[in-house]
């Protein structure tokens, strides 16, 4: 590995932990639910376009700069991200990830099973933790009250990446990883 492309890893790794930093921060701001989670529409931009080879240690990247920045448990978070890119490799295999519309519908998909995962991982934690008479006062959300309370953050983060997603991979650092082309690759050859 050249110094360049080490280089450009840490570059996207301090993109993906600003990315990640920011969503935390406008969530808890006058956005709320509707806030974009901008290290995931980094990640699905970054993934649509990635070599193959690349991906796993993106999803390190990203998962590390996830777990610094949230209060999830890292094991679901590295999970979160695996199942992620692992389902964009086989996204990408079929459909052309690199036009907005498909890398936006794979975003809000993301975001929503990220979501989900991530609450049903806190639901268990809570169910830990808590005595069985203090389980039966608890209402913990159904899986349909997590996909409605994740809906406006998923649908904003599919329309950042619709809009965006050429501007993030254009981040110092990210045009390095996709490495140089002359021709566009064909699903079957990724």
Do not use: K
Not at 77 to 91: H, I, N, Q, Y
Not at 99 to 115: D, F, G, I, K
């Amino acid at each position: 590995m050249s110094f360049a492309t080490v280089l450009a890893w840490a570059a996207l790794a301090l993109w993906s932990v600003w990315g990640c930093a920011l969503s935390q921060e406008l969530a808890a701001g006058a956005l709320g639910r509707f806030a974009p989670d901008l290290g995931l529409a980094l990640l699905v931009s970054c993934a649509a376009r990635l070599r193959t080879r690349d991906l796993g240690l993106l999803a390190l990247v990203f998962a590390q700069a996830r777990v610094a920045t949230s209060i999830d448990p890292p094991l679901a978070t590295l999970a979160s991200t695996l199942g992620a890119v692992a389902f964009l490799r086989v996204v990408r295999g079929a459909f052309e990830l690199a036009r907005p519309t498909p890398l936006a519908l794979a975003s809000a998909l993301v975001v929503w099973t990220s979501e989900v995962w991530l609450a049903q991982v806190a639901g268990l934690r809570v169910r830990e933790q808590l005595s069985r008479a203090a389980l039966d006062s608890v209402a913990l959300p159904s899986l349909w009250e997590v996909l409605s309370h994740t809906a406006p953050g998923a649908l904003s983060t599919a329309l950042v990446v619709f809009v965006a997603a050429p501007l993030l991979r254009r981040l110092p650092g990210v045009p390095v990883l996709e490495g140089a082309r002359s021709w566009p690759l064909v699903a079957s050859h990724r």
